[in-house]
């Protein structure tokens, strides 16, 4: 039997890339299983030890979906948003907002709970952000329930625009995927990252139509036009709300460089994983 | 101290024992581990070992960064080459390891062992040097890594085989074996929250050690199971042995002694010696008894106003069977009944091997200033280098009037028995065939 040879030297990585990218690729088949068996052991972990179990994960969109109800019933919120109810308008948003913010979080966090696992065990560490990634998926899949629920409940009009719906949430998604993975070499090491993401997600969801239509002028429009997550949440709505996609352009160039950052983030995360685990310790 | 040990090396072939050698063939494609001129360096202060690390990633990354530091393959690094505040973890280790053959690493804590086994399982890159491991790796440098505490035995069964890299078939074929080797039938089903540390070690040696690896490292992951499950586990090492190539760390040096081909020692990343594992054990233990004086802890009762032990640096060399005298002087305020006297033998590996027990003896300790002797007729111990616990407690039992942990050394020398520190007299053997 032929045995399999590794070799590990301080050699770079980068001298030779065709192999590192059948590496990467190798791994990421082998780690396909892998990864599943992580994210049913995070998913199963994180429920065992409750009274309610999966209802934990309807609620907190529940929650704030009330939030948006209760706003609205009252007229606190009036905010014209033309052939879709506001209600609908603004849950469908933060939806579509918190898959982004996941999709950001996923890497630096599930890398962060897997350190004792990796300054241990040699395995195909991708396994460990595709988990991350299908836990994403996950929780998005859990809102979707209620986002339909809302949206018949508005009757929001659907069109044929739904069918190009995967799309715009796979460009959200890769978005969010391709700031994540370039945080986290950073972020393993410093704990500033995690701490930071959520109080800029706060921030940044004000200056990106989230919860109010994309203006054409002032700063809220400049901030509409050059905010690289505006065109896809817009565009991720759109396409919900059966209206017309009015930022297709921006929406394919940015998913575009989004998956080239994707794929660079990968390598890049390969590359720096020894480095990382020797600063980890344990 | 250390430094009086002069390193050594000699050609590895010529230092296994005949029997590996009958074992394994040494045929050059067998080389399944082939470690040259490895060094890794680390950085003691936090903050900045997380800057380096930063620097490091960038280096990685930057294309046009012919190296991260093979500039110092071939030569062996020098200070020049470590950043402010770092250390080599590991420095310039080579070794060569063909089937069959099980290295074990001696040193003490901190001398690189598990940092170099990091390494070797790619978990961490080497600063200098390279490489090579053939065949399927199988690490145990923690057990149990990745046990998730909620879910169950069975269900963190699959998952920990996901991680080193067995397929669900394979563990199909095999969860049988692998419960009954740990031993845990009736928690299998239960969380692993409720293992107690011992179980977790016995399911994570079973996993572990069901994926018939060509290589296989071993951190000193046994020492938590309880005695059985360790001879269990020696045996499983045994029977695999000779298929796959060990390297082996354990503080247990009888089990070392018996089945490593060849041992390093090691100290401050260094290899300080590689060769026979008897040697290698004899180096460390005369390192560890030349500095280990500095244990040394004594506990007096408030009326005792000092308190010597005379005589004992440096270590009292005995011959086995011979006596040995124990001085101490001390001044006490008042008269001292005792109830419990005795002096306690302590080994390397922390066993209490002997006890001369002078509780019968020793009425009391007097008031004043005086001067007090100790002798032990008989001192039967194996050869090697004891530490002496002296305990003396009041006569209620409870009050301590002198306790000195490792407050002497002996050097027994002259009888070299196998694995253990007393021999019995022995008597005939005999033996009746019943069915020829």
């Known amino acids: 039997m032929e045995l399999c040879e590794r070799t590990y030297s301080p050699e770079p990585l980068l001298g030779s890339p065709l192999k590192l990218i059948k590496a990467l690729g190798t791994d990421l088949l082998a780690g396909r299983e892998l990864a599943w068996r992580l994210f049913m052991r995070d998913l199963s972990a994180q429920y065992r030890q409750t009274y309610f179990g999966y209802v934990w994960a309807f609620l907190p969109p529940l929650v704030a979906s009330l939030t948006f109800i209760f706003l609205n019933s009252q007229g606190i919120v009036a905010i014209d948003t033309g052939a879709v109810p506001y209600a609908a308008f603004a849950m469908m948003g933060t939806l579509l907002w918190q898959v982004f913010v996941d999709a950001v979080t996923a890497p630096v966090q599930t890398l962060s709970a897997a350190k004792p696992m990796l300054s241990k065990i040699n395995f195909p560490r991708e396994a460990i952000l595709l988990a991350g990634f299908y836990m994403v998926l996950f929780n998005f899949a859990v809102r979707m329930v209620l986002l339909v629920g809302v949206m018949l409940w508005w009757h929001v009009p659907v069109g044929l625009g739904l069918a190009f719906f995967p799309v715009a949430l796979a460009g959200l998604l890769l978005s969010g995927t391709a700031i994540g993975l370039a945080l986290a070499p950073i972020g393993t090491l410093y704990g500033d990252i995690s701490k930071s993401i959520p109080i800029f997600a706060q921030f940044l969801m004000l200056l990106t139509p989230v919860v109010y239509p994309a203006r054409t002028e002032g700063l809220a429009g400049l901030l509409a036009t050059w905010n690289p997550i505006s065109p896809l949440i817009v565009t991720a709505r759109e396409t919900l709300s059966g209206q017309d996609l009015t930022l297709l352009l921006p929406f394919s160039i940015i998913t575009l460089v989004s998956l080239l950052v994707t794929f660079a983030g990968l390598i890049a995360f390969r590359l720096a994983m020894p480095h990382l685990i020797a600063r980890m310790g344990g | 101290m250390l430094t009086t040990l002069t390193p050594v090396e000699k050609p590895l072939n010529a230092n296994r024992s005949a029997g590996s050698a009958a074992l394994a063939p040494t045929r050059s494609e067998d080389v399944l581990v082939d470690v040259q001129h490895v060094s890794k360096k680390f950085c003691r202060d936090l903050k900045r070992s997380l800057w380096y690390g930063i620097k490091d990633v960038l280096n990685e990354l930057n294309p046009w960064q012919k190296s991260t530091g093979s500039r110092f393959t071939s030569a062996s690094p020098n200070e020049q080459d470590l950043r402010p505040g770092e250390f080599w973890a590991v420095h310039d280790v080579s070794f060569q390891l063909r089937r069959g053959e099980c290295l074990g690493l001696i040193g003490h804590n901190g001398a690189g062992k598990t940092t170099l086994l990091k390494i070797l399982n790619g978990l961490i890159k080497p600063d200098s040097g390279s490489i090579t491991m053939r065949g399927r790796v199988g690490a145990l440098i923690a057990l149990g890594a990745g046990f998730n505490p909620i879910l169950t035995g069975r269900e963190n069964i699959y998952i920990n085989a996901a991680i080193l890299g067995i397929s669900k078939k394979e563990i199909d074929a095999q969860i049988d074996s692998i419960i009954d080797f740990a031993d845990i039938r009736e928690f299998i089903d239960s969380p692993v929250q409720s293992y107690s540390s011992g179980m977790q070690v016995r399911l994570g040696f079973a996993i572990a050690t069901a994926m018939k690896p060509d290589v296989l490292i071993l951190d000193e992951v046994l020492a938590v199971g309880d005695a059985a499950f360790r001879a269990k586990c020696f045996k499983r090492i045994g029977s695999i042995a000779r298929d796959c190539a060990i390297i082996f760390v ?41 500095k280990s004086g500095t244990a040394y802890t004594l506990q007096t009762h408030e009326a005792i106003q000092s308190f010597a032990l005379l005589d004992c640096t440096p270590p009292q060399t005995v011959q086995a069977g011979s006596s040995l005298t124990l001085k101490l002087k001390l001044k006490s305020q008042k008269r001292l009944p005792v109830g419990i006297a005795f002096i306690n033998f302590v080994d390397l590996a922390a066993t209490t091997v002997g006890q001369a027990d002078f509780s019968a003896r020793l009425e009391a300790i007097p008031a004043g200033e005086s001067e007090l002797s100790l002798t032990i007729e008989r001192v039967d111990l194996a050869q090697g280098i004891y530490s002496l616990n002296l305990a003396i407690f009041a006569s209620n039992r409870q009050e301590t009037l002198v306790h000195g942990v490792s407050c002497a050394q002996v050097n027994v020398a002259g009888a070299p028995y196998m694995w253990c520190a007393y021999k019995m007299p022995l008597g005939a053997v005999d033996i009746q065939i019943i069915q020829a």
């Open chain 2, 250 to 290: 354990s503080h247990d040096q009888s089990q070392m002694a018996r089945i490593c081909t060849q041992a390093m020692l090691m100290s401050s990343g260094r290899c300080l010696y590689h060769g026979t594992t008897a040697e290698a054990i004899d180096q460390y233990n005369a390192a560890q008894a030349a």
